[in-house]
């Protein structure tokens, strides 16, 4: 597994100009904790495990990899000049795992903020977490998960309890595939995203993931200030905050991705 990817990488130039360091880890607890305490925080330094022990996903829940099976990787990149927008990282994230399932055939749905799903069932999670020094933030670390080859008895191999119904690309596809390529592509998207990103061009962000959302007029259950509030997703605006109608009250709740949790 990678066995060529450092190659690879410095072989395509639009990877290459990108990616600065690679480093390929036999087991890791995490590649984000991994990445957060690297001292130099380069921009464009990618991060590949073969095996994560102690995978962390969204609001303190776990991320199950099941070693060579599946992809686990974190590229660190510069934090944005323009707060304001930060939060467009996680979707323009989602957005490059869909355009690379999307290169295999296969038709991905997104769930605000960045869960990936295939056919209802998740096959690709998204931490973004900002790395800071001194109150200060330094850079934004994109932690990607992609099950790849893992069947139905791994992810039931134990009584872990999923959020979402699990899948993954071999599941929903129907064949293996190279863990070794679709590194190569999801990187080379992720790239044509944060690109645009610097380009400001969040128009573009924000209608190729509106345009893949699957919970648009659903109904939702929001933690905020430890109460629970239901209602309907209505839309996400120009910083990709969720705009949630608040059954009871008809009130519209902006809110940011740390506020879902359903
Ligand atoms: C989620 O769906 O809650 C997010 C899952 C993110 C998992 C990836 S795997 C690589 C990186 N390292 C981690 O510990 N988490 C992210």
Known sequence: ?????????????????????????????????????????????????????????????????????????????????????????SLLSANSVAATIEELGLIPEIKWPNDILINSRKVSGVLCEAVFDNNKPRSLIIGIGLNVNSNKDDFYSDDFVYRLEPTSLSIEGKKEYSSNDLVVILIKNLINWITLFRLKKYETILSFWRSRWIDIGSELVVTQDQMVLKGDAIDINSKGELLFLEKETKKVHVLNSGELST
């Open 1 to 89: 597994m990678f066995v060529d990817l450092e190659e690879r990488i410095r072989k395509e130039e639009k990877i290459s100009s990108f990616i600065n360091n690679v480093v390929i880890l036999e087991e890791i607890d995490s590649t984000n904790s991994y990445a957060k305490q690297l001292k130099d925080q380069v921009d464009g330094t990618l991060i590949v495990a073969k095996e994560q022990t102690q995978g962390r996903g969204r609001n303190n829940r776990t991320w199950k990899s099941f070693g060579e099976k599946n992809l686990t990787f974190s590229l660190i990149v510069n934090y944005p000049e323009d707060k304001e927008v930060l939060g467009l990282f």
